[in-house]
């Protein structure tokens, strides 16, 4: 069956660093991806989305390429700030199931 | 534009206690579904529907029943609550279940205690 992979928190960076958070998935067919984002207290909110191999979704600064022949879709950014914190959550989806999120990745930004 | 409502936001029930989730939805969407959430262990699907009368399990089922009457509402039961059922639980609606239509719209959470 599908299912997606993300790199286990938390991860700390300082304020201007360079943002990169791992996704890999394991799907049969051709699945649409999407990195979600949880503020704290709040529920998830959709960050951006790839519907085909090759396409990059981007979103306030943060991007992700999705990558067929690695099944990738790795979040990254070129300068976080602390207004970042928050848990990121990469899923997947095909036309044939319903979405699957993973564990979620829980980012902080020191000042 | 108010998109997916739970309530209540907090509720602390004793043990055998039951109780409804509220949860709506005012985007015409057809796919709606109930998660729960705890630390480590992401989001785990509790319940899902495709369309008004139409209603399966998810991954954690056990505990909780689910009614799909309108395209709006989804309520959440809680039939004999549990130590285990403390989470937070978070109601979603999409335009499909899945492909690129399946955008998720998620409610603001209801943390739920049970004592």
């Known amino acids: 069956g599908n299912s997606v992979t993300q790199m286990e928190g938390p991860v700390t960076l300082s304020e201007e660093a360079f943002l990169t958070i791992n996704c890999t998935y394991t799907a049969t067919g051709y699945p649409s991806l999407f990195w979600y984002v949880q503020y704290p207290g709040e529920g998830l909110q959709l960050l951006l989305k790839?519907?085909?191999?090759?396409d990059k979704g981007s979103n306030k600064g943060f991007e992700a390429t999705y990558r067929k022949e690695t099944t990738s879709f790795h979040l990254e950014k070129g300068s976080v700030q602390v207004s970042d914190s928050a848990v990121y959550f990469c899923a997947l989806s095909d036309s044939r199931d319903k979405i699957i999120f993973g564990k979620g990745t829980r980012l902080h930004i020191l000042p | 534009n108010a998109g997916v409502t739970q309530t209540p936001k907090f509720q602390v029930l004793k043990t055998g206690q039951s109780m409804t989730l509220q949860c709506a939805q005012d985007?015409?969407?057809?796919?709606m579904s109930w998660y729960r959430q705890d630390p480590g262990m992401g989001l785990r699907l509790i319940h899902y529907s495709v369309g008004a009368g139409i209603t399966d399990q998810g991954e954690v089922p056990n505990g909780y029943n689910v009614s799909r009457s309108t395209t709006e509402d989804f309520p959440l039961r809680l039939l004999s609550a549990a130590p285990s059922q403390t989470s937070v639980y978070f109601c979603a609606s999409s335009v499909a279940a899945g492909g690129d239509r399946s955008e998720a719209f998620f409610g603001q959470g209801t943390r739920l205690t049970v004592v």
């Open positions: 790839a519907t085909k191999a090759d």
């Open positions: 985007m015409n969407h057809e796919y």
